[in-house]
C-alpha cells in the first residue's frame, strides 16, 4: 500500500511531463500545408523567389506579384501559424490580387518549417521575425518602392517584431495578434493543445522554452510597438475570437491612438473578418496602404 503511495504519484507526474512535452513538440514541428493555387487564377502573374532569413538560419521561398501598372508600394504577406503563404483560411491570395490591380507589388512567402522553405522550428514568432527581415531584405535589394506589411495572428506577431526593427516599413496591418506571447500561452494554450489549462499550460510554456532554447517571453509585440510609433498601424481582430481575444489588439492599439487604428469586426472569429465582409476588408486595407504611399500612381 505505501509502495503505491509512491509510485503512483510519480507515474501521474511523469505522464503529464511526458504528455507536455510531446505536445509541444508538435506544436513547434507543425506538419506542412502543401501550395495548391486555386484553378481559377492558374495564369496569375508572379515571380518565383527565394532568400535567406537575416539571421541566415533558414532559405526561404515565395512570389513576387508585380503591380498592374506603376508601382506605389510593396506589401509584404505573413501567414499564420501551420499555414503557408496562401493563408486559405482567409483568402490571402484574393486580397494581393486586389492589390496588385491597385498598383502594389506584393511579396508572399512562406515562414521557416511551412510550405517551401526549409525546415526549423516554429517559435510562434520569435525567430519569424528574421524571415519577414529577410523579405524586407529583398525587397530593398530589388525594389525602390516603400515597404508595408500585412500579417495573420502569428504572422501579425512577427509583422509587429520586424517592423519595430526595421525604418524601411512605413506601417503595419495586423489582424489578430496577441500582445505578450508569455502570458497568452499561459492563458490560451490548452485553445490550440486541446489539454485542461492546469496543470499542463504551465508546464507546456516550460518545455516551450526548453524546445525552442530562447525566451518566449522576449515575444512582447506590445512593448514592440512602441519602436513602430509614430509609424501607423491597423489593427483588424473578431470580436468573437476564442484563440487570441481581441483585447490583444484593442490594449496594443490604445497605446498610441494618434497613430494606431483598430477595427473591431463584429461576429468574426479568428482571423476571419476578410471571409464575413470581404469588400469592406479590401477597402480598408488599400485605404491604409494609399495614405501611406502617398497618393503615388
Known amino acids: ?166 525604418v524601411e516599413v512605413s506601417g503595419v496591418i495586423a489582424d489578430s495578434p496577441f500582445s505578450d506571447l508569455n502570458r497568452y500561452l499561459l492563458d490560451n494554450l490548452s485553445v490550440w493543445s486541446k489539454l485542461p489549462k492546469y496543470p499542463f499550460s504551465p508546464l507546456m510554456v516550460f518545455f516551450i522554452r526548453f524546445v525552442m532554447r530562447k525566451n518566449p517571453q522576449h515575444v512582447k509585440p506590445i512593448v514592440s510597438i512602441q519602436d513602430i510609433y509614430p509609424r501607423p498601424v491597423l489593427f483588424i481582430h473578431g470580436d468573437q475570437d476564442d484563440a487570441i481575444p481581441c483585447s490583444n489588439s484593442e490594449k496594443m492599439c490604445e497605446r498610441h491612438a494618434d497613430a494606431f487604428t483598430y477595427w473591431k469586426v463584429p461576429g468574426a472569429k479568428h482571423t476571419g473578418s476578410y471571409k464575413l465582409f470581404p469588400q469592406e476588408y479590401a477597402k480598408r486595407v488599400v485605404h491604409f496602404f494609399d495614405n501611406l504611399s502617398g497618393g503615388r500612381i
Request: contains cysteine; negative net charge.
Open 1 to 166: 500500500m505505501n509502495m503505491w503511495m509512491v509510485y503512483l504519484p510519480l507515474a501521474i507526474l511523469i505522464a503529464i511531463c511526458s504528455i507536455s512535452f510531446l505536445v509541444v513538440w508538435k506544436l513547434m514541428h507543425p506538419s506542412r500545408k502543401p501550395i495548391q493555387l486555386p484553378s481559377d487564377v492558374a495564369d496569375l502573374n508572379y515571380e518565383p523567389i527565394a532568400f535567406r532569413s537575416r539571421d541566415g538560419a533558414v532559405a526561404l521561398k515565395g512570389w513576387f506579384l508585380p503591380a498592374a501598372e506603376t508601382p506605389k508600394m510593396t506589401i509584404i504577406f505573413a501567414h499564420g501559424y501551420r499555414g503557408n503563404r496562401l493563408q486559405n483560411n482567409v483568402e490571402a491570395l484574393d486580397l494581393a490580387v486586389e492589390l496588385v490591380h491597385r498598383n502594389y507589388n506584393v511579396v508572399m512567402f512562406d515562414f521557416r518549417n511551412c510550405g517551401e522553405s526549409d525546415s526549423g522550428i516554429t517559435t510562434i514568432g520569435l525567430d519569424e521575425q528574421q524571415d519577414i527581415l529577410g523579405a524586407i531584405d529583398w525587397c530593398k535589394a530589388y525594389h525602390a518602392e516603400p515597404i508595408g506589411l500585412i500579417g495573420y495572428s502569428m504572422g501579425a506577431v512577427a509583422a509587429i517584431l520586424a517592423a519595430a526593427k526595421s
